[in-house]
């Protein structure tokens, strides 16, 4: 298997954990996408990926899976013994709720609040965005306020259990990381108040896939 991704980014860095956690990382061969010079918006990457998202994971018989849910789904089943996306219909249930709210109240406004409020990837990328990109500075300072919002919730969730989706760590823990290390990437300081959230991160960071990928 082939990782088309970015080390160090936030998106590549969920499946990166997600290998880790199942032991696969020895099994994948990395390919490095130059996302600062838009290679992720031309061919051949196109080809693999239309959304000219990363990362993308190109199994053997050449199919291309993006989409990180997707990717982790795949990965997670491969020796049928899932434990980040869950065992029983409950639990799958209840891990793709967060997994959702990890990526609508946390990734996606964070995105775009770095897309359309700052710099974001430079100005090889102004080329690919739509004409009003420039003016939505405002509408993308409203969404920094969303995140932070979402940040407070996932701060009250951890306040009554261990991890995002319940008592074991998942795919929506590895979201929620991602999402706060997005908001490193964007300058989007976690509330000092958030202090559940805070204890559940260092918790998490300290685990051997996490600490592990690069």
Avoid at 58 to 70: F, K, N, S, V, Y
Avoid at 145 to 166: I, N, S, T, W
Wanted: glycine share 8%; net charge negative.
């Amino acid at each position: 298997m082939k990782i088309h991704d970015v080390p160090g980014f936030p998106n590549p860095l969920r499946i990166r954990i997600a290998l880790a956690e199942k032991g696969l990382a020895d099994r994948v061969q990395f390919v490095p996408v130059d996302l600062p010079g838009a290679e992720n918006r031309q061919e051949p990457f196109l080809a693999r990926n239309p959304t000219g998202t990363v990362p993308v994971l190109e199994l053997d018989d050449g199919l291309h899976l993006a989409e990180c849910t997707a990717i982790t789904e795949y990965l997670d089943n491969l020796d049928g013994d899932p434990v980040l996306t869950g065992r029983t219909a409950r639990e799958k249930g209840v891990i793709h709720m967060m997994q959702k709210r990890a990526e609508s109240e946390l990734i996606e406004p964070i995105g775009d609040y770095f897309h359309h409020a700052t710099p974001g990837l430079g100005p090889t990328h102004q080329a690919y965005k739509s004409p009003d990109w420039a003016g939505r500075g405002e509408w993308g300072l409203r969404r920094r306020e969303k995140a932070v919002a979402g940040m407070r919730y996932f701060d009250q969730v951890l306040r009554d259990q261990p991890y995002v989706a319940g008592q074991a760590f998942s795919m929506a823990d590895i979201t929620v990381l991602e999402g706060l290390v997005f908001a490193g990437f964007a300058r989007i300081p976690v509330p000092d108040d958030c202090t559940a959230l805070a204890a559940w991160r260092a918790r998490v960071e300290d685990r051997p896939s996490v600490k592990a990928p690069a």
